[in-house]
């Protein structure tokens, strides 16, 4: 009986993400966490051009906040990612983006701020997301990672979206 109702929640809240990353504009919000208290959020700030050095390569501008263009999905341990649309060219240049949203936070709201997430549109403001990077790898393949945030600390991990 608990598998049926693990299984019945876990395809209850798979097509409510789903169902809302295609009702809605492909992508989400960035978010900024205290490292020190992971309850303490802070919006990430406007970015009118999308993230700084990343401008139509994951972001876009917004008057509202940073702007990560993706689609919801979900990851092994069905915890939403927003899965960026856009495929960085190595590892370095994927971990850059994720650096990146971590300077927008550390300079909007200061040096503690160094983890990211997603919320708003493709995830809903009730559910939140990990923000997910895809990038070639050296032999080719595709490879995805979290950025760094309250639960996955290191760059790459297994946190992206269980294709």
């Known amino acids: ?33 205290n490292d020190n208290d992971p309850a303490d959020w802070a919006p990430g700030p406007k970015n009118l051009k999308g993230v700084p050095g990343f401008e139509n390569q994951g972001s876009s501008g917004s008057t509202q906040g940073t702007w990560i263009d993706g689609v919801a999905k979900l990851n092994k341990y069905a915890h939403s990612v927003l899965d960026v649309s856009y ?36 995830i809903p ?25 309250w639960n996955y600390k290191e760059f790459p991990n297994d946190g992206g979206p269980a294709y």
């Open 1 to 33: 009986m608990k598998k049926s109702l693990f299984y019945a929640s876990f395809l209850i809240v798979s097509v409510s993400i789903q169902v809302t990353s295609q009702a809605s504009e492909w992508g989400s919000y960035l978010f900024c966490v």
């Open 87 to 122: 495929v960085y060219k190595n590892f370095d240049d994927a971990q850059k983006f994720c650096t990146a949203l971590k300077n927008s936070c550390t300079e909007k709201w200061g040096t503690n701020y160094t983890h990211v997430g997603a919320s708003g549109a493709s």
């Open 125 to 149: 403001y009730s559910v939140w997301g990990y923000v997910s990077v895809n990038y070639k790898d050296t032999d080719g393949s595709i490879k995805n990672s979290v950025c760094p945030n």
